[in-house]
């Protein structure tokens, strides 16, 4: 019996039909990496529950007020996080609800 296209596995040309744009995949693995440690990991959690001012941050995490700026700026840079200037004070908070997605899924499956 011959199977039918529909119940076979693609080919290799079938999917390289269809797969992303390397630009694309690209953008994906560099957001990846930004993801990818932990610092930066620590301040969106933290941020999932308040927008905060570095200082608030920093105790929150951990860190010297300095390290969470540059984190903070790698992290605006892959605009995970957006800037509120208030007076002299600038507060962070999660980019979109796509960041708070992401994390939420990540945390998720690690705990599968």
Do not use: W
């Not at 620590?42 to 929150?60: F, G, H, N, R, T």
């Amino acid at each position: 019996m011959v199977k039918s296209r529909k119940d076979r596995p693609a080919t290799g040309q079938e999917v390289a039909k269809k797969m992303l744009k390397d630009e694309i995949l690209y953008d994906v693995a560099e957001l990846f990496k930004v993801f990818g440690d932990t610092t930066r990991t620590k301040i969106i959690c933290a941020l999932l529950q308040s927008e905060m001012c570095v200082q608030d941050i920093a105790e929150a995490v951990g860190m010297t007020q300095s390290a969470v700026s540059h984190q903070l700026r790698i992290l605006r840079h892959a605009r995970l996080v957006l800037v509120r200037r208030h007076g002299r004070l600038s507060y962070y908070s999660l980019g979109d609800n796509h960041v708070r997605k992401i994390f939420t899924l990540a945390v998720e499956h690690t705990l599968e």
